[in-house]
Protein backbone atom coordinates (compact mmCIF):
# COMPACT_ATOMS: atom_id res chain seq x y z
CA UNK A 1 0.00 0.00 0.00
CA UNK A 2 2.02 2.69 -1.16
CA UNK A 3 -0.61 5.88 -0.02
CA UNK A 4 -0.18 8.97 -2.32
CA UNK A 5 2.64 8.91 -4.41
CA UNK A 6 4.34 12.13 -6.35
CA UNK A 7 6.21 12.58 -8.98
CA UNK A 8 9.08 14.25 -9.82
CA UNK A 9 10.61 15.17 -6.31
CA UNK A 10 12.63 18.00 -7.59
CA UNK A 11 12.37 19.80 -11.63
CA UNK A 12 13.98 23.24 -12.57
CA UNK A 13 12.39 24.72 -15.34
CA UNK A 14 12.85 27.88 -17.47
CA UNK A 15 9.65 30.89 -17.45
CA UNK A 16 7.59 29.86 -19.95
CA UNK A 17 7.92 25.84 -19.97
CA UNK A 18 5.37 23.67 -18.97
CA UNK A 19 5.21 20.15 -16.87
CA UNK A 20 3.00 17.88 -14.89
CA UNK A 21 3.29 17.18 -12.16
CA UNK A 22 2.02 13.64 -11.27
CA UNK A 23 -0.31 12.78 -8.07
CA UNK A 24 -1.47 8.84 -7.95
CA UNK A 25 -3.12 7.57 -4.90
CA UNK A 26 -4.44 3.61 -4.12
CA UNK A 27 -6.50 4.02 -1.17
CA UNK A 28 -9.56 4.60 -3.43
CA UNK A 29 -10.04 8.01 -1.96
CA UNK A 30 -12.41 9.72 -3.84
CA UNK A 31 -11.21 12.94 -2.35
CA UNK A 32 -7.52 14.23 -3.97
CA UNK A 33 -6.17 17.92 -4.17
CA UNK A 34 -2.98 19.89 -4.56
CA UNK A 35 -1.28 22.34 -2.40
CA UNK A 36 1.48 24.65 -2.60
CA UNK A 37 3.77 25.49 0.15
CA UNK A 38 5.90 29.15 0.15
CA UNK A 39 7.24 30.06 3.43
CA UNK A 40 5.31 31.31 6.14
CA UNK A 41 2.10 30.77 4.39
CA UNK A 42 1.46 27.90 5.19
CA UNK A 43 -0.31 25.53 2.62
CA UNK A 44 -2.99 27.22 -0.17
CA UNK A 45 -4.96 25.03 -1.79
CA UNK A 46 -4.59 25.23 -5.49
CA UNK A 47 -7.21 22.81 -7.00
CA UNK A 48 -9.57 19.68 -5.73
CA UNK A 49 -11.44 17.07 -7.08
CA UNK A 50 -14.26 15.03 -5.42
CA UNK A 51 -13.99 12.29 -8.08
CA UNK A 52 -13.57 11.37 -11.61
CA UNK A 53 -14.49 13.70 -14.21
CA UNK A 54 -14.86 16.60 -11.17
CA UNK A 55 -12.89 19.38 -10.56
CA UNK A 56 -12.65 23.01 -8.75
CA UNK A 57 -10.70 25.76 -7.49
CA UNK A 58 -9.25 26.10 -4.22
CA UNK A 59 -7.90 28.90 -3.36
CA UNK A 60 -5.00 29.93 -5.91
CA UNK A 61 -5.80 28.17 -9.19
CA UNK A 62 -4.83 30.74 -11.45
CA UNK A 63 -1.82 29.31 -13.81
CA UNK A 64 -2.52 25.44 -13.09
CA UNK A 65 -5.08 23.06 -14.80
CA UNK A 66 -6.08 19.57 -13.51
CA UNK A 67 -8.23 16.71 -14.98
CA UNK A 68 -9.38 13.72 -12.92
CA UNK A 69 -9.82 10.85 -15.26
CA UNK A 70 -9.52 8.06 -12.83
CA UNK A 71 -9.72 7.91 -9.44
CA UNK A 72 -6.46 7.08 -9.06
CA UNK A 73 -4.58 9.82 -10.77
CA UNK A 74 -4.74 13.55 -9.95
CA UNK A 75 -2.51 15.30 -12.25
CA UNK A 76 -1.36 19.13 -11.96
CA UNK A 77 -0.61 20.56 -15.33
CA UNK A 78 1.55 24.11 -15.10
CA UNK A 79 1.14 25.80 -19.20
CA UNK A 80 3.60 27.99 -19.16
CA UNK A 81 5.70 28.67 -15.38
CA UNK A 82 6.42 31.72 -14.25
CA UNK A 83 9.01 32.10 -11.33
CA UNK A 84 6.09 32.74 -9.21
CA UNK A 85 5.03 29.11 -9.22
CA UNK A 86 8.58 28.43 -7.50
CA UNK A 87 7.17 26.66 -4.46
CA UNK A 88 6.82 22.71 -2.99
CA UNK A 89 4.34 20.96 -4.32
CA UNK A 90 1.89 18.90 -2.44
CA UNK A 91 -0.88 16.48 -3.42
CA UNK A 92 -3.04 15.19 -0.82
CA UNK A 93 -6.29 12.24 -0.73
CA UNK A 94 -9.12 11.31 1.84
CA UNK A 95 -12.47 9.54 1.50
CA UNK A 96 -15.09 11.80 0.95
CA UNK A 97 -18.32 11.87 1.47
CA UNK A 98 -18.21 10.99 5.54
CA UNK A 99 -18.70 14.43 7.55
CA UNK A 100 -18.08 12.87 10.92
CA UNK A 101 -15.44 9.79 10.44
CA UNK A 102 -11.65 9.38 11.21
CA UNK A 103 -11.76 8.25 8.12
CA UNK A 104 -11.86 12.32 6.93
CA UNK A 105 -8.47 12.38 7.42
CA UNK A 106 -5.97 13.97 4.51
CA UNK A 107 -3.29 11.88 3.74
CA UNK A 108 -0.31 13.62 1.94
CA UNK A 109 2.15 13.10 -0.92
CA UNK A 110 6.09 13.26 0.17
CA UNK A 111 5.84 17.02 -2.03
CA UNK A 112 7.63 17.93 -5.30
CA UNK A 113 10.39 21.18 -5.10
CA UNK A 114 9.80 23.34 -8.73
CA UNK A 115 12.06 26.33 -9.31
CA UNK A 116 11.21 28.28 -12.37
CA UNK A 117 14.14 30.40 -13.38
CA UNK B 1 -13.95 32.13 3.10
CA UNK B 2 -12.60 30.76 6.37
CA UNK B 3 -10.04 32.53 8.40
CA UNK B 4 -7.35 30.47 10.53
CA UNK B 5 -4.64 31.83 12.72
CA UNK B 6 -2.18 30.00 14.91
CA UNK B 7 -0.48 30.96 17.61
CA UNK B 8 2.57 31.34 18.44
CA UNK B 9 4.59 31.08 15.48
CA UNK B 10 7.35 30.17 16.92
CA UNK B 11 8.35 28.34 20.12
CA UNK B 12 11.48 26.72 21.37
CA UNK B 13 11.08 24.60 24.25
CA UNK B 14 14.41 22.69 26.19
CA UNK B 15 13.82 18.67 26.31
CA UNK B 16 11.15 17.21 28.47
CA UNK B 17 9.30 20.98 28.53
CA UNK B 18 5.43 20.83 28.05
CA UNK B 19 3.73 23.80 25.19
CA UNK B 20 0.00 24.33 24.03
CA UNK B 21 -0.49 25.39 20.44
CA UNK B 22 -3.21 27.36 19.51
CA UNK B 23 -5.81 27.38 16.38
CA UNK B 24 -8.72 30.04 16.00
CA UNK B 25 -10.98 29.81 13.00
CA UNK B 26 -13.69 32.67 12.08
CA UNK B 27 -16.33 29.96 11.55
CA UNK B 28 -17.89 26.91 12.34
CA UNK B 29 -16.07 24.04 10.90
CA UNK B 30 -17.18 20.42 9.95
CA UNK B 31 -13.57 19.05 9.77
CA UNK B 32 -10.35 20.16 12.07
CA UNK B 33 -7.32 18.06 11.65
CA UNK B 34 -4.01 18.83 12.99
CA UNK B 35 -0.86 17.57 11.39
CA UNK B 36 3.08 17.98 12.20
CA UNK B 37 5.54 18.80 9.25
CA UNK B 38 8.96 17.15 9.58
CA UNK B 39 12.27 18.76 9.01
CA UNK B 40 12.53 16.87 5.67
CA UNK B 41 9.04 18.10 4.90
CA UNK B 42 6.80 15.01 5.31
CA UNK B 43 3.13 15.98 6.15
CA UNK B 44 1.81 13.40 8.63
CA UNK B 45 -1.55 14.18 10.31
CA UNK B 46 -1.83 14.01 14.05
CA UNK B 47 -5.88 14.24 15.09
CA UNK B 48 -8.91 14.46 12.98
CA UNK B 49 -10.94 16.60 15.71
CA UNK B 50 -13.86 18.78 14.82
CA UNK B 51 -15.39 19.03 18.35
CA UNK B 52 -14.18 17.62 21.81
CA UNK B 53 -10.90 15.92 23.31
CA UNK B 54 -8.60 13.10 21.55
CA UNK B 55 -5.59 11.88 22.92
CA UNK B 56 -2.40 10.30 21.40
CA UNK B 57 0.42 9.07 23.30
CA UNK B 58 1.96 12.41 24.60
CA UNK B 59 0.13 14.55 22.28
CA UNK B 60 -3.75 15.59 22.83
CA UNK B 61 -5.96 17.78 21.34
CA UNK B 62 -9.03 19.74 22.25
CA UNK B 63 -11.14 21.84 19.80
CA UNK B 64 -14.39 24.38 21.40
CA UNK B 65 -16.25 24.42 18.39
CA UNK B 66 -18.60 26.74 19.94
CA UNK B 67 -15.63 29.18 20.83
CA UNK B 68 -13.93 28.55 17.73
CA UNK B 69 -10.44 27.60 18.80
CA UNK B 70 -8.66 24.01 18.94
CA UNK B 71 -5.97 23.76 21.45
CA UNK B 72 -2.58 20.69 20.75
CA UNK B 73 -1.11 19.93 23.54
CA UNK B 74 2.31 18.45 23.79
CA UNK B 75 3.95 16.86 26.69
CA UNK B 76 7.53 16.10 27.89
CA UNK B 77 8.73 17.23 24.42
CA UNK B 78 11.42 15.30 22.56
CA UNK B 79 13.32 16.70 19.85
CA UNK B 80 11.81 14.47 17.28
CA UNK B 81 8.93 16.79 17.91
CA UNK B 82 10.48 19.74 16.25
CA UNK B 83 8.91 20.58 12.88
CA UNK B 84 6.09 22.92 11.73
CA UNK B 85 2.36 22.09 13.22
CA UNK B 86 -0.76 22.94 11.17
CA UNK B 87 -4.50 23.36 11.61
CA UNK B 88 -6.66 22.96 8.77
CA UNK B 89 -10.26 23.34 8.90
CA UNK B 90 -13.30 23.22 6.85
CA UNK B 91 -16.60 24.56 6.12
CA UNK B 92 -18.97 23.19 3.64
CA UNK B 93 -20.50 25.98 2.91
CA UNK B 94 -17.41 27.82 1.98
CA UNK B 95 -17.17 24.44 -0.60
CA UNK B 96 -14.99 21.28 0.23
CA UNK B 97 -11.97 23.27 1.43
CA UNK B 98 -9.49 22.52 3.92
CA UNK B 99 -7.91 25.57 4.90
CA UNK B 100 -4.42 25.39 6.64
CA UNK B 101 -2.87 28.00 8.71
CA UNK B 102 0.49 29.65 8.66
CA UNK B 103 1.56 26.71 10.85
CA UNK B 104 3.76 27.15 14.28
CA UNK B 105 7.05 26.38 14.30
CA UNK B 106 8.70 24.33 17.13
CA UNK B 107 12.46 23.71 17.58
CA UNK B 108 13.12 21.00 20.85
CA UNK B 109 16.59 21.48 22.14
CA UNK B 110 18.54 18.67 24.15
Known amino acids: NAGVTQTPKFQVLKTGQSMTLQCAQDMNHEYMSWYRQDPGMGLRLIHYSVGAGITDQGEVPNGYNVSRSTTEDFPLRLLSAAPSQTSVYFC????????????????FGAGSRLTVL | GIQVEQSPPDLILQEGANSTLRCNFS?????LQWFHQNPWGQLINLFY???GTKQNGRLSATTVATERYSLLYISSSQTTDSGVYFCAVLNMEYGNKLVFGAGTILRVKS
Open chain 2, 49 to 51: IPS
Open chain 1, 92 to 107: ASRRWGQKHSGANVLT
Open chain 2, 27 to 31: DSVNN
